[in-house]
């Protein structure tokens, strides 16, 4: 039975109190359980499990304990550890699984997700679920389900072709038409979901056929299919027939040749294995099943993050984590002992209903099913090393260009986009170890009043943006002492209080761009702690502050190279953002001169109409549809398409 503790409650990280954190450390019981370590506002920041609490939780604290980079900036933020006991491993095991679900905390991603591989999404969240090809995973809601990641790309997109071949499904995000089905409803590729013509329940049927091709269970679908052709031509429904008939060779067509020879081929697996350097571990996972390799999936991980077993156990448990039951196959084959796996199998078996056997070969067949498994991630690996090396020999490279203390990890991009001023946007790009990190982007709307149409002014709107996203380390620039390291606040870093803050920043200009942006780092007395340059687009020159000639580099170094990708990125951001904001004015331009039509009002009826087209055609009665319209309105609307129209 589990058990709830709270060990204590405190503002200050623990790593900076040594005599609490000792007496805190008393405290946790050495039994089976489940820790939290919390951060300052009380947010969870890792969950994790132990058969022994107290030795697991100390072991963070030792010096000698070696912590990747990723756990090290954890243990800085920690400043409140809980506990949960528990009876057993096994439960201890459930339970942490059960927590991570609930509170999805951010620093137990052992997985690293740079979308290098695609997931499959279904929104089970919306009355009628989308079925999509994604590289953000998890970013949905709680409902939806993905599964992968995938590593052949090009078999992915073919077998979603094949599905949407054989099944009626949703093809929009949202509706073309109003009033009517599109042609995808005439072609028999969807059911008319738009306009209500299949309900929600027999739509979710047919979904729940098409999640079993990625949960591996194909052959079991085209059974269930074959029982119901057989069905419908015995009721003489034979056009019912000829549909599921022309489904079942769709399916079939899938994998038709990936047999793989194992014995007790009824069995369902899934085989694990990876290859590891010093820095990167590349994971590989085949999922067979009745003797046919049905899925490939690829996983990241920091090597150094524990043993090559503790990596495989760390990878199972997230993943079994996300997946239903039925997915869990019976037998797991391992290229490595791992740590807990009699407790892993204990809680897949439960979490099944049936037994789940662990295996790791020695010898025969399976031992060459792994040694397959293990090649495929070798080739990954070695992919993988190559793109680093390239990366590091550009960041290393940037580094001697800047004359830089050290390699910059984390690169902003900065770049403004307008149209004579109207519109005016700015975007925000990153770049974490030389790759984009999408998830840390940024756009920003100017609201400079001198910006307007017919006068633009990028100094005033560059400065704006580097303002605004620098301000919350302002007041910590009053307590610089007068001849600081870079980033130093007394004993503490700018990274320390904020883990994005930037190594460099990039200004997409040339001296005028940077010369507004040193101005206003000058003012907020930050410009020590901020590494600025800026990039001109003609010649490709990158400038310093206080230089009045650009650096003597050539275009084709990679550290230049580097920077050129970074400009183009943010460039490319500013500029689809401008555009969004262009289009959303230009729908709304012509209800903008219609008086006594407000803003929310405009918003009410393009969220019923979903275009000026479909406004400029409606009648009054239909007007009168939208909440807020009231006759008078509705009339008015309705004459001033027409009289101008006339």
């Known amino acids: 039975m589990a058990k709830f503790v709270t060990a204590f409650t405190q503002t200050q990280p623990l790593i900076g109190q040594p005599e609490k954190l000792e007496n805190r450390l008393k405290e946790i019981p050495p039994e089976p359980g489940v820790y939290f370590m919390s951060g300052k506002n009380g947010d969870i920041l890792y969950i994790g499990k132990s058969k022994k609490l107290r030795a697991r939780v100390r072991s963070y604290f030792r010096d000698s304990q070696r912590l990747s980079d990723r756990i090290a900036m954890m243990m800085r933020q920690v400043t409140e550890i809980e506990f949960i006991v528990t009876d057993t491993e096994a439960e201890a095991l459930a339970l942490e699984?059960?927590?991570?679900?609930?509170?999805?905390?951010?620093?137990n991603v052992l997985l690293k997700d740079d979308k290098k591989y695609p997931y499959v999404c279904i929104t089970w969240s919306e009355n009628y679920p989308r079925i999509f090809i994604t590289r953000k995973r998890r970013l949905g809601k709680a409902q939806d389900r993905y599964y992968g990641p995938y590593v052949d790309t090009r078999l992915l997109r073919y077998t979603l072709h094949i599905i949407k071949r054989a099944f009626p499904l949703r093809q929009r995000p949202k509706p073309l038409f109003k009033d009517r089905p599109c042609l995808n409803y005439d072609m028999g590729k969807c059911p008319g979901v738009c306009q209500g013509l299949?309900?929600?329940?027999?739509?979710?049927?047919?979904?729940?056929?098409?999640?079993?091709v990625f949960q591996g269970r194909t052959d079991e679908l085209v059974n269930t299919l074959k029982t119901q052709m057989n069905q419908a031509a015995e009721n003489l429904e034979f056009e019912t027939a000829a549909q599921l008939r022309d489904r079942i060779i769709a399916l079939q067509s899938l994998n038709p040749e990936q047999k793989v020879s194992l014995p007790d081929d009824t069995i369902s697996r899934d085989a694990i294995a990876l290859a590891a350097d010093n820095k990167h571990c590349c994971i590989q996972l085949f999922q067979i099943r009745a003797g046919k390799l049905v899925g490939r999936l690829g996983f990241f991980a920091d090597a150094q993050s524990g043993t090559p077993g503790a990596i495989l156990q760390k990878v199972l448990e997230e993943h079994y984590r996300t997946v239903e039951?039925?997915?869990?196959?019976?037998?797991?084959?391992?290229?490595?002992e791992l740590p807990e796996g009699e407790i892993l199998t204990q809680w897949l078996s439960q979490q099944k209903g049936r037994k789940v056997s662990l295996v790791?070969?020695?010898?025969?067949?399976?031992?060459?099913?792994?040694?397959?498994?293990?090649?495929?991630?070798?080739?990954?690996?070695?992919?993988?090393?190559?793109?680093s090396d390239r990366n590091n020999q550009a960041l290393e490279d940037l580094a001697t260009i800047l004359d830089l203390p050290e390699i910059p990890k984390?690169?902003?991009?900065?770049?403004?986009?307008?149209?004579?001023?109207?519109?005016?946007?700015?975007?925000?790009?990153?770049?974490?170890?030389?790759?984009?990190?999408?998830?840390?982007?940024?756009?920003?709307?100017i609201k400079n009043p001198e910006v307007t149409v017919g006068h633009s002014d990028d100094f005033a709107s560059m400065a704006e943006v580097i303002r605004r996203r620098f301000r919350k380390y302002e007041s910590l620039s009053q307590n610089l002492s007068p001849n600081p390291s870079p980033t130093r606040r007394g004993g503490e870093t700018y990274k320390e209080k904020g883990e994005n803050f930037p190594d460099l920043v990039m200004i997409d200009g040339g001296k005028g761009q940077l010369s507004a942006v040193v101005a206003v780092l000058q003012e907020m007395n930050l410009l020590e702690a901020v590494k600025v340059v800026s990039l001109a687009k003609k010649r490709e020159e990158i400038f310093l502050p206080g230089e009045s000639f650009p650096l003597e580099t050539n275009i084709e170094q990679p550290g230049v190279q580097l920077l050129r990708r970074v400009r183009d990125e943010a460039h490319r951001f500013a500029v689809s953002f401008h555009r969004q904001q262009r289009l959303k004015n230009t729908r709304r331009s012509r209800l903008d001169a219609m008086p006594g039509l407000g803003f929310h009002r405009q918003k009410q009826l393009l969220a019923h109409f979903h275009s000026l087209d479909y406004i400029r055609e409606a009648s009054v009665e239909q007007l009168q549809e939208v909440p807020g319209i009231g006759e008078s309105l509705a009339v008015a609307i309705y004459n001033y398409f027409h009289t101008a129209q006339e």
């Open 410 to 445: 984390r690169i902003e991009g900065y770049d403004i986009s307008h149209i004579q001023g109207s519109n005016a946007v700015a975007s925000q790009v990153v770049f974490i170890d030389g790759i984009p990190a999408k998830q840390h982007y940024r756009h920003y709307k």
């Open 325 to 336: 039951a039925v997915e869990i196959p019976s037998e797991i084959i391992a290229q490595q």
């Open 97 to 107: 699984a059960n927590l991570i679900k609930q509170h999805q905390p951010y620093y």
């Open 198 to 212: 299949i309900s929600p329940e027999e739509y979710r049927q047919t979904m729940q056929k098409v999640a079993m």
């Open 360 to 387: 790791v070969p020695q010898r025969q067949t399976k031992a060459e099913l792994i040694e397959m498994v293990e090649r495929n991630a070798k080739y990954e690996l070695a992919r993988t090393q190559k793109i």
